[in-house]
């Protein structure tokens, strides 16, 4: 008995030894991995606050930004390739929420929308709508604040072209804190939290970190004021809720992100689809998606009681006549000439006819296919902003299968800034125009793209084809 006794002290004592080096061990990567969080908070905020001195001192060049923008692509390349994002828990989350809050109060670089969404927050509330009003008629204003933002405003001879849900936002930030650009910032951390815990509940952390430490993201939106993240917000939720099977008031978000603005248009086949396979019934698919009306006409109608004007009319204008950083279209205008405005969104059409037939799809993952029709629809789009590329990220974040080649347009798309008023070519400014890009800059990035959709496929499709070839003929 005292023999068992012993042994079992013995094998107790080894067990306690054992679990106390566990948790050591546990402790120590704990530390660690707190202590890598950290840095890279450091690092985000150094290269961050460098841009903001620089652009306050007039002397950020496009160069000097892409070198900044190189260093927050390899820090955010090492999270996901040690797999640190893994390990994301509150202590990233709190870090990441404390960079968006110390940039809400930086000021933005080579961006001046943000004066126009000020702007509109006012002419909002003094005219009931900002439609059809051009910034240009107050030139002359006495009140230095409204001066000051005038002066900043691009285009001012166009009226406003955002879409009513961001000008019901612009409107009421105007009436909480007038002219304030860190309250326009500082309420676009609602829908940021919600994207970043309903990505984290259909995807997990791994992927809920990857997307709350995209530079680009906490760049565009929180240092940049782009509100493209309620928009981002909507369309993504629209096919959360698709996917429980809570079709109407799928549809409903769906349209309220349309009225942000309209690229959620081209997933809309895609919607409809997922109602398809749940019921089989395209009457009452029908009635559902009457619900994105509702949503569509909701919010357009405070303003059509003040204006018969509406986005629309500036939006087509610019959609016909403006050209930013072009790639893909490019070469449909080299073929197709003027005609090309007509044709640059056939090839995302084409791609959804394709991918609405399993017969040919059925390989693809359903991200993979929304993301391959984003990636077509801004690749061949004659206005390329960095910010709209924001759009595909959601739905990039499904780590087991996405379509990387959207990754590297969302990080290329950054190239666009290196036009030639912040690369300092003040002669090329006077002859091409302050938002014109190089040719060779803008051919490069065109070309590149189709080796790295080449090694997609190859890879994607690689075992397929190889299985396919193993096959024994019929004929054999």
Known sequence: ????????????????????????????????????WILVTLAYLCIFQFWERTNWERS???????????????????????????????????LGLLVRVILIFSAPIFEDDWARYLWDGWISSEKGSP??????????????????????????????????????YFYLIHLLFPWKLWALKVFLLAPDILLFFLIRVKYGARSSALYFWNPILIKEVFLNAHPD??????????????????????????????????????????????????????????????????????VYSPFLFFSKE???????????S???????????????????????????????????NKRYSYCLGE?????????????????????????????????????????AFLFL??????????LGDWKSVLEKGYYAHPDFLLISISFLFIPILLIWFRIRFSSKITNSLEKPSLLG
């Open 413 to 422: 798309g950054q190239i666009s800034y290196l036009n030639y008023a912040n």
């Open 60 to 94: 950020l060049s496009g160069t000097l930004y892409i070198l900044g923008f190189c260093g927050l692509s390899v820090v955010y390349g090492f999270l996901f390739l040690s797999k640190t994002f893994e390990t994301a828990g509150k202590l990233s989350f709190f």
């Open 367 to 407: 991200e993979e296919k929304l993301s391959i029709t984003f990636f077509l629809f801004f690749y061949f789009s004659p206005v390329v902003n960095a910010w709209y590329l924001l759009w595909m990220l959601p739905f990039l974040l499904r780590i087991s299968r996405f379509f990387w080649p959207s990754w």
């Open 310 to 320: 509406t986005d629309f009319t500036a939006l087509s204008r610019f959609i016909g």
């Open 131 to 168: 439609y059809g009003i051009t910034p240009e008629a107050f030139f002359g204003e006495l009140d230095p604040t409204r001066t000051e933002i005038l002066s900043r405003i691009n285009h001012p001879d166009w009226p406003t072209i955002y879409g009513p849900v961001l000008e019901i």
């Open 1 to 36: 008995m005292s023999v068992f006794l012993m042994v079992c002290n013995g094998e107790r004592g080894n067990w306690t030894l054992e679990f106390e080096r566990n948790k050591e061990r546990r402790s120590h990567i704990l530390t660690r991995t707190n202590l890598i």
């Open 229 to 298: 993240i309620l928009g981002i917000f909507l369309l993504f939720y629209s096919f959360y809720l698709a996917e429980k099977y809570r079709f109407r008031l799928s549809f409903f978000i769906w349209g309220l992100s349309l009225a942000v603005k309209g690229f959620g248009v081209l997933l809309f086949p895609f919607l409809l689809k997922l109602h398809w396979d749940r019921d089989r019934n395209w009457k009452k698919a029908g009635i559902d998606a009457t619900f994105s009306v509702l949503g569509i006409v909701l």
């Open 322 to 356: 403006f050209t930013f950083f072009p790639l893909g279209y490019n070469i449909l205008h080299t073929i197709f000439g003027e005609y090309s405005r007509v044709f640059w969104a056939f090839p995302a059409v084409l791609s959804i006819l394709f991918f609405l």
